[in-house]
């Protein structure tokens, strides 16, 4: 096995570092490299290359759910450049979208309490628009402007935005 366990993500798949991503071309060097490194193909090999085997799987693995996600590859190129967007001790938000936030988790729970669906409907298609407006940005910032601080907090806008989303999820759930 020559693969080299300091490689990044990206050029473990052999893809340029960006937000932007061929996600085929992702698919198909993660499926090129497990053919390679599957622990299967090693299962009468000594236990120093069952154990490498095993080690490149998991990093393997680990490297392509972190592309193949939006958010983590987001935040993956971040921490490539310095920056720890998730960093709990900064909570900065600008005051315009603390006041979105107030607004819609109270229409949240206004749908939720009338039992009302097509709010709840309305209000996950302004979330859903918010969020692909998010993720264009977020190219934008990472991949032309390379404003990796605005880019973090842009994601940390947008962890706001899936987290509410799943609570309009679960909030469908209590309509039944």
Known sequence: MSLDF??????LFGLPQAFALDTARL???YRDIQAEIHPDRFAHAGESEQRLAMQWATKVNEAYQTLKKPFERARYLL???????????NTSMPADFLMLQMEWREALEQARAGKNEKTLRALEQTLQEQARGMRAELGVLL??????????????KLRFMDKLLEEVGAAYESLD
């Open 27 to 29: 698919d198909q060097a």
């Open 79 to 89: 921490s490539l450049n310095g920056v720890d967007a998730m960093d709990a001790r």
């Open 6 to 11: 300091n490689r990044n993500h990206f050029d």
């Open 143 to 156: 991949d032309e402007q390379r404003a990796y601080a605005r880019a973090g907090d842009t994601l940390r």
